[in-house]
């Protein structure tokens, strides 16, 4: 970053709220620099296999991924993963839970914060978008490395919080 974007101003870098940031001294607006949003979302066939896609693009392109993408600047995260779902895979999706935020860093954009659901759907005549090369349902324990370590902790927080039995409280009562 090197010009404002209000004034085209060079912009110095200072300490302000005890972080090196951005400042332009011509028209004094501070240029931030925050991670990215990102949605992830967790789709499963009725067999209980994960869905994952292999990436044309980069970051991790040629790697398998969970179905993901930025949010855009006038949407919320729900709104997001679902047109991302349609984007990338062609099929209309429904949201399930929100399963986590996390935190992640790519060599492109930085740091990201990821935001992982559990998408559900009815059809799978999906169709690819150019930015994916491949689709497959992968059983739980047959799951080849991910491109991204988020996606990794998405899905074990969803077998963690999908696998936890339902605590029950038992009482004895005795009578005399």
Same mark, same amino acid.
């Given at each position: 970053m090197q010009y404002c974007t209000e004034c085209g101003g060079l912009l110095e870098k200072r300490q *302000?709220?005890?972080?090196?940031?951005?400042?332009?001294? %011509?028209? @004094?607006?501070?240029?931030?620099?925050?991670?990215? !949003?990102?949605?992830?979302?967790?789709?499963?066939?009725?067999?209980?296999?994960?869905?994952?896609?292999?990436?044309? *693009?980069?970051?991790?392109k040629?790697?398998?991924?969970? %179905?993901? @993408?930025?949010?855009?600047?006038?949407?919320?995260? !729900?709104?997001?993963?679902?047109?991302?779902?349609?984007?990338?895979?062609?099929?209309?999706g429904k949201l399930g839970k929100l399963i986590g935020v996390y935190e992640g860093k790519t060599r492109?954009? @930085?740091?990201?914060?990821v935001?992982?659901?559990k998408v559900l759907m009815k059809e799978q005549n999906f169709s690819l978008n150019e930015e994916i090369e491949e689709i497959k349902f992968f059983a739980p324990g047959e799951?080849?490395?991910?491109?991204?370590p988020s996606h990794e902790e998405i899905l074990n927080d969803l077998w963690r919080?999908?696998?936890?039995?339902?605590p029950t409280v038992d009482v004895i009562?005795?009578?005399?």
């Open positions: *302000i709220d005890g972080y090196g940031r951005f400042l332009c001294p %011509l028209c @004094g607006k501070i240029h931030y620099q925050n991670p990215l !949003p990102v949605v992830a979302a967790v789709i499963t066939n009725e067999n209980e296999q994960i869905l994952l896609t292999k990436r044309a *693009i980069s970051p991790g040629g790697e398998w991924a969970l %179905l993901a @993408g930025f949010v855009e600047i006038d949407e919320s995260p !729900p709104q997001a993963i679902l047109r991302e779902v349609k984007e990338e895979i062609g099929v209309k492109i954009y @930085g740091p990201v914060i935001i992982g659901y799951l080849p490395p991910l491109a991204f919080i999908h696998r936890n039995p339902v009562v005795e009578r005399e």
